[in-house]
């Protein structure tokens, strides 16, 4: 363009119009269309494992407090059945009656009966633990 003296005829303008054929389209329309199946396969395994994990973590939490809640009961049966002999004792030595031997016999049952509660909790949770690690 000739020079006018003015600060328009300096400004340039460019443009730049790129064509591809439609061969070459559609073959980076597919590539970028595997690139995001790939991408989405990813995210899915990385999501199956973290699941995978959770449930195999919430499995062992479970199992584990089971036992300790189970090891629990029978240390309550254990403190339950002393108890109850200390009572008798004292009924032999007139110290005590019937009713309170009693009472004392019904924690013992009680503290029994939590036993079978805390074994079946424990055999449920050890059965979910084997099937998320698939050990059956």
Do not use: C
């Not at 991408?39 to 973290?50: A, C, E, I, V, Y």
């Not at 059945?81 to 013992?108: K, M, P, Y």
């Amino acid at each position: 363009l000739p020079y006018d003296g003015s600060r328009a005829a300096l400004e340039w303008k460019a443009a730049l119009k790129l064509e591809f054929p439609l061969f070459l389209r559609s073959g980076l329309g597919r590539a970028a269309s595997a690139r995001a199946t790939g991408l989405r396969l990813d995210t899915q395994q990385l999501l199956s494992k973290n699941r995978t994990r959770i449930i195999y973590h919430d499995a062992h939490q479970s199992m584990v407090a089971a036992l300790e809640r189970l090891q629990l009961s029978q240390e309550e049966i254990r403190l339950a059945q002393q108890v109850e002999e200390a009572e008798r004792v004292r009924l032999r030595h007139g110290d005590s009656n019937v009713f309170l031997l009693n009472l004392r016999e019904q924690t013992t049952a009680d503290a029994q009966s939590k036993l079978i509660d805390a074994l079946v909790e424990f055999l449920k949770s050890e059965a979910d633990f084997k099937a998320a690690t698939a050990v059956l």
